[in-house]
């Protein structure tokens, strides 16, 4: 019954925003681990962003200052805000999460949405 569906993708130009959301459900929301990976064509999958049930969040050393990640709570959503974005930002984004996860930018979770495109136009 878990499941995890991303939104918010889109097609900007360079130095524009987006914001992505991550809608989870059939996980007890405020216990889990949830991060934010994107895999660029011909590349692996990394860690973007990652916040802990219990820790503060932690960044990619490519996104810090530009991204932020949050939780809500109350509408168990997932969002990531992408500032300043650059054309090296392009990838599938994908919402991720587990129980409790090994490492916060690692591919440890259990759990993985279907991904949103983001591309960003030079």
């Known amino acids: 019954q878990v499941q995890l569906v991303e939104s918010g993708g889109g097609s900007v130009q360079a130095g524009g925003s987006l914001r992505l959301s991550c809608a989870a459900s059939g996980l007890i929301f405020d216990r889990i681990d949830m991060a934010w990976f994107r895999q660029a064509p011909g590349k692996e999958r990394e860690g973007v962003a990652a916040i802990y049930h219990g820790g503060s969040p932690t960044y990619a050393d490519s996104v810090k200052g530009r991204f932020t990640i949050s939780k809500d709570n109350a509408d168990n959503t997932l969002s990531l805000q992408m500032n300043s974005l650059k054309p090296e930002d392009t990838a599938m984004y994908y919402c991720?999460?587990?129980?409790?996860?090994?490492?916060?930018?690692?591919?440890?979770?259990?759990?993985w949405g279907q991904g949103t495109q983001v591309t960003v136009s030079s």
């Open positions: 991720a999460a587990d129980r409790w996860s090994g490492a916060p930018l690692e591919l440890t979770y259990r759990y």
